[in-house]
């Protein structure tokens, strides 16, 4: 019984480490940050969420900030047919009704330019979206390892 | 197969020319040495590593000819340690073929050439890499002989300036795969489905 307790107990911080619940604001739903480790502060970081949008109407994310970084953008990776990768900035992209933003490896991400610091692997920094509609929500972002591809790790 | 091969090729001086044209033509359509993808047959495809002139330098200072690459398979693809997203996951998806693949890697050459030769020092490229499979070598050079490095590749590479002075670098972002004996055997594209890099590099390891 002892043993299944603290195997709970161990499952219960994991899990409350890893996977924080889905933060809602108004209408949206912010979940699955996180952000990679990042080698020193010359080079910027990279970090990815996903808002869903549970109302009826479509909204859109345009600002962010965060202390870690002096010029947080939101970029988009595209590779052409001839194979070519290229990163483009999104500028207040929408959350369309019912459905969702989504930042991932190869697609959408949270450029932060400029770090102020190093982002340590285990750690975790503060990140404002600021929607249209919805307002502003502060989340918290856990530092994963460089080599990490999702949330999930 | 190699006896009839010798046979056909090598059938004496008398039939040299009748039979040597025959066994040549067998040879080139039907035989092993019928034509594998290459630069000859398409230019979009990258040379054979042996008919590289480019020499770089690797994370650890050292200077490295391309052609010094045969002998050994080779996967190689191009990057740049500023951008914090395309080259992370690759790195981290190499690193996973690589440890997936265990000992039978250790005969691969695993070239990480940099897009961006300004920001990417040597001791940039090493810093970099730590984190990532032991056997992935950094390479860096002069622009010069980047620009040569991705014409023998077939990459394109583009400085693109952003915000402030700053820049990024548009790059192909496919992973290279060639032989052992320097001919170019496969491309692992950005697009497809990545369970299938594997079995590609295993075939590249297999094939002389």
Not at chain 1, 79 to 85: A, D, K, L, P, T
Request: aromatic share 6%; net charge negative.
């Amino acid at each position: 019984m002892k043993l299944s307790i603290s195997a709970l107990l161990a499952f219960t911080l994991c899990a409350g480490v890893v996977q924080a619940d889905p933060i809602r604001q108004g209408n949206l739903e912010v979940d699955g940050a996180w952000a990679r480790a990042s080698i020193g502060a010359s080079r910027p970081g990279g970090a990815y969420f996903t808002v869903r949008n549970l109302g009826n109407e479509a909204d859109r994310l345009i600002g962010l900030s965060s202390p870690v970084s002096a010029m947080p953008m939101l970029h988009e990776t595209t590779v052409s047919e001839e194979g070519v990768s290229r990163m483009a900035h999104v500028e207040a992209p929408e959350i369309p009704a019912g459905g969702a933003l989504v930042l991932e490896p190869g697609g959408m991400h949270l450029m932060l330019m400029e770090l102020t610091g190093p982002l340590e692997e285990g750690g975790t920094f503060p990140l404002t979206l600021i929607f249209e509609t919805a307002g502003e929500v502060t989340i918290e972002v856990p530092v994963l390892s460089i080599r990490a591809t999702g949330p999930e790790e | 197969m190699s006896l009839t091969r010798r046979l056909v090729l090598g059938g004496g001086a008398v039939t040299a020319l009748g039979a040597g044209t025959l066994g040549l033509g067998w040879w080139r359509v039907d035989g092993p040495g019928a034509a594998r993808p290459s630069s000859a047959t398409d230019p979009a495809l990258p040379l054979p590593l042996g008919d590289m002139t480019v020499t770089l330098t690797d994370h650890q200072g050292r200077r490295v000819a391309a052609a010094d690459w045969v002998g050994r398979p080779t996967v190689a693809f191009f990057g740049f340690t500023w951008c914090p997203e395309v080259c992370p996951t690759t790195l981290s998806d190499i690193s996973v073929w690589l440890e997936e693949l265990g000992a039978e890697a250790d005969s691969l050459n695993v070239a990480f050439i940099t897009a961006d030769p300004e920001r990417d020092t040597p001791k940039a490229l090493a810093e970099y890499l730590t984190p990532f499979d032991p056997r992935i070598v950094g390479y860096t050079g002069t622009p010069e002989e980047i620009a040569e490095t991705a014409a023998a590749f077939r990459v394109r590479i583009e400085k693109r300036p952003v915000n402030q002075g700053d820049y990024t670098v548009d790059h192909t972002a496919g992973v290279f795969l060639f032989r052992a004996d320097g001919s170019f055997g496969t491309i692992i594209d950005y697009h497809e489905d990545r369970t299938f890099a594997v079995p590609k590099i295993r075939r590249i390891l297999n094939q002389a």
